[in-house]
């Protein structure tokens, strides 16, 4: 009987550090969300997202005239070592999902927010899933509206 209760205390020491364990690790980044206000009209913003979307290889799907969302299908980014894409490291993807409000007649408020995602696991990424990864750079809210105010001519 003494035996018995002293594997029971040990699983219940491995099940508490394995709860603990799982509490201590940090949330992963949900991508980068930017809030703005561009003074231009609400139908010039959405053609200028659009273009610019689409230069940077997104397929964009965009709604009725009056809806409010522009989104994005994922754009896989693929690096000039196409085979280590086959073999070892995996690919990277993004999506865009930017939001219009119309403020006033020469006003538009923007939010943009880009999820930006790569394959989980070092040695096979193949068979990996998809987890939330910072975004690069060029891939990052800011500098898609950067963008889209240097097309409307606003910089």
Known sequence: MPRTACMI???????????????ATTAPPAGTSE???????EAQVRAAFVRVLAEGG??????AQDDSEIRTGYREEIS??????????GVNRSRVIVTLTQESE????????????GKDGEWMPLAGSWVPYDAAL????????????NELGLL
């Open 9 to 23: 205390r040990q699983w219940v020491a491995v099940a508490g550090l394995l709860v603990a364990a799982g509490c």
């Open 106 to 117: 020469t006003a538009t408020r923007v939010t943009v927010r880009m999820m930006y995602e």
């Open 80 to 89: 000039n070592y196409n085979w280590l894409y086959r073999t070892q490291f």
């Open 35 to 41: 809030d703005v206000i561009l003074e231009a009209p």
């Open 138 to 149: 060029p891939q990052n809210a800011s500098n898609t509206i950067r963008l889209v105010k």
């Open 58 to 63: 997104y397929d964009v799907t965009q709604g």
